[in-house]
């Protein structure tokens, strides 16, 4: 490392400046006060814990994308959190494992992965989410999905669209209506995600094409996979989208690719993708999944939802407007400053008679007990 490259932050990883930041705080508060009204209430985790605790809780979370290292004082294996849901989990599996069902819990936090996510350089992210505890039926999803609808807007995001899938749909119809040789199940899933017909053929699956012709918006595409689902191995699952797409359809614009398996490591019968205007890539994802208890007991149903709201907060931070300060001169009446902090000004105080107002950002200078524009 040359000398002036000390200050470089490691690739995918940066600070927020004042007005990133406070688009930041602006888009977590305004999320969490959402999450709080429907009853869910936040917990805090930590940003690193035993690697085995993060992975084992849900079937398919991916150890390979977390930074793990060994920790120097128990010698064991620690790995940075990559998916905060993974750790409501065993919050909701151990410490509240005797808290009443439907259990409601929210969360916010960074987390950071080794490799970005597709074109999308950065490693460390905010996420900020809901987990229902002890339920993955329609309702339970249909709660779900609204409440990151209003999330989402809430925290400033127009035009939102949500798109449903299917994650568990190769497993379901390999195992009754459409029989694949284990070995090519993999093959199969991996080509539909891609919408490769060639390769899907390829690999076996000819029978499942007409699933590459089931998708985009909800009320066509759903036609389409009921008039695929000849066997009626679906009917549960397509009643199911019906009515949630019922719930939900005002509030956003909805779309169905029932074999998209980007991002769904762990999820089951149920998963969405939310986007919004002007926000390139998704803003979030959730659905239904399954959380292993204690040695003995029982997997508990659960559905939720993560935003990952940082383009959102660019273009926030971005659009933002020059606040509203007050300069207050030396020598200032101190009484009259607080009262105007009271009634909602930010306030700068000179240090000396070189502060100048202008340069520091200031609308206002306090004159005479009045803040006059500048
Ligand atoms: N944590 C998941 C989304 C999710 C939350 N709950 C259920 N699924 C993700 O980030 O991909």
């Keep these: 490392m040359q000398e002036n490259d000390r200050d470089l932050l490691p690739e995918g990883l940066g600070d927020r400046l004042p007005q990133q930041a406070w688009a930041s705080q602006t888009v977590r508060r305004a999320a969490h006060d ?22 084992h809780r849900m079937a398919g979370v991916q150890v390979r994308r977390m930074f793990r290292f060994v920790d120097p004082v128990s010698m064991r294996m620690l790995a940075l959190r990559s998916d905060i849901t993974a750790q409501v989990a065993r919050i909701a599996a151990t410490g509240l494992a005797q808290a009443p069902r439907p259990l409601r819990l929210s969360y916010s936090g960074q987390v950071v992965t080794i490799k970005g996510d597709g074109l999308d350089p950065a490693r460390e992210r905010l996420q900020l989410g809901a987990e229902l505890v002890g339920a993955d039926s329609t309702e339970a ?14 925290a400033g995001a127009t035009g939102v669209s949500v798109d449903f899938t299917l994650p568990d749909l190769v497993d379901t119809l390999s195992a009754g209506a459409l029989p694949l040789p284990s070995m090519n199940i993999e093959a199969v899933r991996q080509m539909l995600d891609a919408k490769d017909a060639g390769g899907l053929v390829d690999a076996g699956g000819e029978a499942y094409l007409p699933l590459l012709y089931a998708v985009g918006p909800f009320d066509s595409a759903i036609e389409q996979l009921a008039a695929f689902d000849v ?3 679906l009917a549960s699952r397509i009643a199911a989208l ?3 797409a019922a719930r939900v359809g005002g509030k956003a614009r909805l779309t169905l690719d029932p074999s998209e398996r980007h991002g769904f490591e762990y999820q089951s019968w149920f998963g969405f993708t939310i986007y919004a205007d002007g926000v390139p890539g998704s803003l979030g994802r959730g659905g ?30 971005a659009a933002a407007g020059e606040e509203r300060r007050l300069f207050l001169p030396l020598g200032h009446d101190r009484e009259v400053a607080s009262r105007q902090r009271a009634i909602g000004w930010v306030t700068v105080a000179a240090l000396s008679e070189a502060d100048d107002a202008l340069a520091l ?3 206002h200078k306090l004159e005479g007990g009045e803040a006059v524009a500048l």
């Design 34 to 55: 959402v999450l709080a009204s429907h009853g869910y209430a936040r917990v805090e985790t930590p940003v690193l814990e035993f690697e085995k605790a993060l992975a």
């Design 141 to 154: 999803v249909a709660e779900i999905v609204e409440l990151a609808i209003e999330a989402l807007r809430a």
């Design 231 to 233: 066997g009626g191995v």
């Design 242 to 244: 019906r009515a949630i």
């Design 288 to 317: 239904t999944y399954s959380i292993l208890g204690q040695t003995g007991r029982n997997p508990e149903s659960a559905t939720g939802f993560s935003l990952y709201p940082d383009p959102l907060i660019e273009s926030l931070s």
């Design 361 to 363: 950002g200031c609308s």
